[in-house]
Each structure stands twice: as C-alpha cells, then as structure tokens.
Nanobody, 117 residues
Framework: QVQLVESGGGLVQPGGSLRLSCAAS????????MYWYRQAPGKQRELVAG???????NFVDSVKGRFSISRDNAKNTVYLQMNSLKPEDTAVYYC???????????WGQGTQVTVSS
C-alpha cells in the first residue's frame, strides 16, 4: 500500500519560514519524481515545485528564490523549504509521486500552511 504523509505545516507570520516533509512508503522512492502542489480556498490546485529522480528541480515563478525542494532517498522523504513566506502562500500543500517508468501517480493527504500576522 502506497502512502505519502506530509508534515510540517502550520501558522507562520509573513516573512517567516517553514519546512514541509513528505515521507513515502510502498514505492521505490528513488525511481519516483516528486512534486509539491498547493490549493488555496476557491482556487485550483497548482504545481509549486518538483524534483525528478535524477535531481533536477523546477519551481513555479511565484516561489522562485524563496522555496527550495530536496529529497533524501535514504529516508524516502522529499522536503519543501519555504522562506520569506507571504500571505498568498496560504494553502493546503500536497505531495505527489509519479513513477519514473510507468507514470503511476500517488497523492498525500495534504498539510495546511497559513501565513498571517
């Protein structure tokens, strides 16, 4: 059974930082491309950042220079480091895995991030 479990969300003031984690089980983690998405109230879910199995990363323009993504294949975990947070970063953040070969997809349950003073 595949499980993706996000953690690290919470309430933070504007300008603050959070680090999200997504721990995977039931998949060969190193063979999966990993992504972070977010969904704000009343908005569509959007891709925030991705890191493929080979390590290449990509980011949506609105978070470039503020967010970073990394993975620890030994711990089956992907991280999203979020700095200089803004109120518009408020959303539920989801982790997604896509198998490099078969392209099967799995989602986590999400973690709430609220940026507010």
């Amino acid at each position: 059974q595949v499980q993706l479990v996000e953690s690290g969300g919470g309430l933070v003031q504007p300008g603050g930082s959070l680090r999200l984690s997504c721990a995977a089980s039931g998949i060969i983690f190193s063979f999966n491309d990993m992504y972070w998405y977010r969904q704000a109230p009343g908005k569509q879910r959007e891709l925030v950042a991705g890191i493929i199995s080979g390590g290449t990363t990509n980011f949506v323009d609105s978070v470039k220079g503020r967010f970073s993504i990394s993975r620890d294949n030994a711990k089956n975990t992907v991280y999203l480091q979020m700095n200089s947070l803004k109120p518009e970063d408020t959303a539920v953040y989801y982790c997604k895995a896509i198998g490099s070969l078969l392209r099967n997809e799995y989602w986590g349950q999400g973690t709430q991030v609220t940026v507010s003073s």
